[in-house]
């Protein structure tokens, strides 16, 4: 009896040390997952963990939220590895079934279900929030299947053109326009991908277009070349701005636009982080994250005249290598391509706008579509005291300095008990050398011209450069939509420092919690901030670093 005694026990210690190893390995690999930023090593991870739950199903008990958490995991990998696949097909021309792409809305549905599983099972409050973000723009997503069954040409085909935009020269919508590449969609493949320089439709523009006043003031410096379409972009509100956009291709001899697309060099950097380095066959150069801009400018700009086809060969290169290979490579998951995407959508370096209204209604909810928003409070704290503010800088020297200005923005906000008070200062440091060497270094000096949209109703007290007051002639002074817009010129030389400095004075409606919407300007990549709030007899100080639009209350 003894002898049996012992053995169970030897056995059921064995069971237990089995399942102890078991649990610590997949909470090893777990632990691992959350903290990797490879995706083949996550998905290696969660594989394992699942084979190691499956073998020893019947005799361990694994928490519900591991089982739920590597699961909802999985899903989601093959789920982006599959609108990968989809797209790599679409890219290469292959036509695709309308039946794939339901599937996919199959897939995503039954993904949400197991998202909102394991959000029943978790306790950490940041991981909480950001699951219900994800499973709010699922919500909104899964509506659109007959939307983007219009969008991506299964009804007629669609006629799609990307903007390219140079945020080394910063423009109002992100970037100054050099190039562009259009498509067709129809069903669900790409058809007749090219490139071009912008320069072509534009010199097919005929007749005079008058040009906004700061562009004939500051960029034709009093003459009268013209609006053209490479400065189209004059309206920061995107899905407004896109209006003027589209009337100049038109104009150029560019069929009707069903979607538009702005791309700034950043996403393009982040993609090509992704292959790097990226071997060019036709120029004999392999280019990097680190180069690709240099490289870029000296195969685009350097030595570029009106009629040479040198920018629209090198793009057509360079942007086709760059797709096919991040499709062919198998290592490349469908995980990376959407953190990048969504990542520059978030901080809006890509903007999209199209005519398919259900579709251009979730771009703007998602806040994808660039435009400038009503100010409204924020769904936590409705009965707010709103207030809005967006800065935008036009390099109207386009001199591509934008490469090396550093920023650093603050603002003083004083509740008083009519108004909003706010000091804004704002400080930049111009790394470009005075006299730059082309194609080894741009820039030189910083002619900036400066928008801030605020509340309608708004009134400018007084704007500084450098300590000194500028003129009010000098400030233009407008209405745009339920905004009240002022501007001004500023020029920082290669090697310098230079503050401005704006105070003006909001409407004060309403008494409640103080949220101020501070809106990002695309084409820029951070912004340090730091937001002091003064009311009563209470300060709250914010420093922040500003990547995407975001509410900044007390």
Known sequence: M??????????????????VILLGTAGYLVSKTLSSKSIPEITHNLQTTQSIMDWSERGIYYPPILRSGVTTGLSAINLLNDIKSVGTASLA????????????????????????????????????????????????????????????GFNGKKHVVVLTQNNMELWPTGGYLGSYAEFYLENGAVKNLSFQDIGVPNGQVKGYVKAPEPISKYVHLGGTPGWRLRESNWNPDFPEGAKAIEWFF???????????????????????????PLSIDD??????KANFYLETQKHTSYAFFDGSTQKR?????FGKRLLETLMSRSQISGVDMARVISTNLQNKQILVTTKEPQLAAFLHTAGWDGSLDQPTCP???PNCLADYLHINETNVGINKTNCCIDRNLSDEIEILPTVIRHHITMTYTNHNPAKPKPPLTWGGGYKA?????????????SVTENGKAIADNLIDKSIYADKQVFGFLGLIEGGLTGTYEVVYDVPKSGSGTYQLRLVKQSGIDVVPWTITIHRDTNNSVRPILLRQDRWIGE
């Open 93 to 152: 021309g292959t036509e695709t079934e309308w039946q794939t792409i339901e599937s996919l809305f199959g897939k995503t549905e039954q993904f949400q279900k197991q998202l909102r599983v394991l959000q029943t099972r978790l306790t950490l409050p940041d991981l909480i929030v950001r699951i219900n973000q994800v499973d709010s723009i699922i919500s909104q997503v899964l509506p659109l299947k007959n939307s983007l069954k219009d969008t991506l």
């Open 449 to 461: 011209y400066e928008r801030l949209y605020v509340p309608i109703g708004s009134t400018l007290v």
């Open 379 to 381: 769904d936590e704290n």
């Open 2 to 19: 003894k002898k049996i005694r012992n053995i169970c026990l030897i056995m059921c210690g064995t069971w237990l040390l089995l399942q």
């Open 283 to 288: 120029y004999a150069i392999s280019i990097t």
């Open 250 to 276: 038109k104009e150029g001899n560019v069929k009707p636009i069903d979607t538009l697309v702005a791309i700034n060099l950043i996403p393009v950097a982040d993609l090509l982080e992704l292959v790097e």
């Open 313 to 317: 060969d090198f793009l057509s290169s």
